[in-house]
Each structure stands twice: as C-alpha cells, then as structure tokens.
C-alpha cells in the first residue's frame, strides 16, 4: 500500500529557507512512472499547487513561487523534497505531497500534512 | 483569486442530490483532464475523481463527475452527514504550466 509522509521543521524564521522532506513506502520514486508533487493549504484557505518532480527530475514549479522553490527527488531514499527560501508569514501553511499522474492529472495519494509556521 | 470558479458552499437535506461547479477556461479545464477532492474536516484531501468522471476503487458511485467545455460538475446523490466536506477541483493549465484548483465549495447536510 503506497504511503506518503512528510517530515521537517514546524517553525521557521522569517527569510529563511524552508525544508520539507516527503518519504514514500509501497513504490519505488525511481522506477515510477508517476510525478511527485507539493501542495499548501494556508489557515482557513483553499489548496495551492506548488510544484511536480518525475523521478527524473524534471520539474515544474507555480509561476508565483518559482524563483523561491525547488523541488528534488533522492532515488537512493526513495524520497523527494521540498525548499523554499525567503519565507514570510504568508508561508504558513499545512504542506502535503503526494503522488500523481503527469505534472497534474490527479493526486493520489497524499500525505497527512505537514503545518509549517513562518514566525520569529 | 482561484484560476478555476466555484460556489463557496452549497447545501442540502439527507438524502438529496447536491451539484458543485467548477468554471475555467480553454486553458485549463477546456483541454485537460479535472480532478475533484474530498477534505473532511482536519484531514488530508482523497481523490474522488479522476479523469473528469472516473472513480478510484473505494469511492462510492453516489459521486460522479462530467465536464462539458470549459466548466466541470461533481454531483453527488444520496446526501449523507459524512458528506459534509470541503470540496475542490483541479487541473493543469496550458498558459500557466502549472498546476491550478478551485477555491473549494463547502457542502452542509442539513
């Protein structure tokens, strides 16, 4: 059964960089013919698309966030990864990846979610 | 500002059918596959449709899913309390490369 989990830092300061790491068990990234995105819900918002990677490494980032985002994938941990630098308090938000078809047919599954607090 | 329209909320009795749009453009819903999402309160979004109207294993057939031009539609019949969810569209869009969702519609069984 494929499982997303989504690990990292819950606080981060203003202007720096942050770092999420999502784990998958049940498949394998690098024999995968599927992407491997990141999505955001703010408090009380609605889902953002941020990004999709193949396994391999091709990637496509939301216009908005493109020059703050990479997104990354490590075959050798069967993981993929999250960075986003120069982060604000409009960052906050719960994080999730998940697995999905091309660079966004669908998303299936997805992680628990991850929230992340951008304050000092 | 969402790239895809949808109803804040909408609601309905037990029982009843509920539909929830989903309006785009040739951009994205015109020339791509829609996908529609569950999030029950405090929980992770679940795939309800993929494909416009195809369900994944597990998923009742009380939902569907259809497009027509550039506007989507999930309904859903037999209303019951464990409906009561946020739900969103999303799709790619061509202009943007990349991905987009709805604002997300809010269902109450009443």
């Known amino acids: 059964q494929l499982q997303l989990q989504e690990s990292g830092p819950g606080l981060v300061n203003p202007s720096e960089t942050l770092s999420l790491t999502c784990t998958v068990s049940g498949d394998s990234i690098s024999s995968s013919i599927y992407y491997w995105g990141w999505i955001r819900q703010s408090p009380g918002k609605g889902l953002e698309w941020i990004g999709t990677v193949s396994h391999s490494g091709t990637t496509y980032y939301y216009p908005s966030l493109k020059s703050r985002v990479t997104i990354s994938v490590d075959t050798s941990k069967n993981q993929f990864s999250l960075k986003l630098t120069s982060v604000t308090a409009a960052d906050t938000a719960v994080y999730y990846c998940?697995?999905?078809?091309?660079?966004?047919?669908?998303?299936?599954?997805w992680g628990q979610g991850t929230l992340v607090s951008v304050s000092s | 500002q969402s790239v895809l329209t949808q109803p804040p909320s909408v609601s309905a009795a037990p029982g009843q059918k509920v539909t929830i749009s989903c309006s785009g453009s040739t951009s994205n819903i015109g020339n791509h596959y829609v996908s529609w999402y569950q999030q029950l309160p405090g929980t992770a979004p679940k795939l309800l449709i993929y494909d416009n109207n195809n369900r994944p294993s597990g998923i009742p057939d009380r939902f569907s899913g259809s497009k027509s031009g550039t506007s989507a539609t999930l309904g859903i019949t037999g209303l019951q309390t464990g409906d009561e969810a946020d739900y969103y569209c999303?799709?790619?869009?061509?202009?943007?490369?990349?991905?987009?969702f709805g604002g997300g519609t809010e269902l109450t069984v009443l």
């Open positions: 999303g799709t790619w869009d061509s202009s943007l490369r990349a991905g987009v």
């Open positions: 998940a697995r999905g078809r091309l660079q966004f047919d669908w998303f299936d599954p």
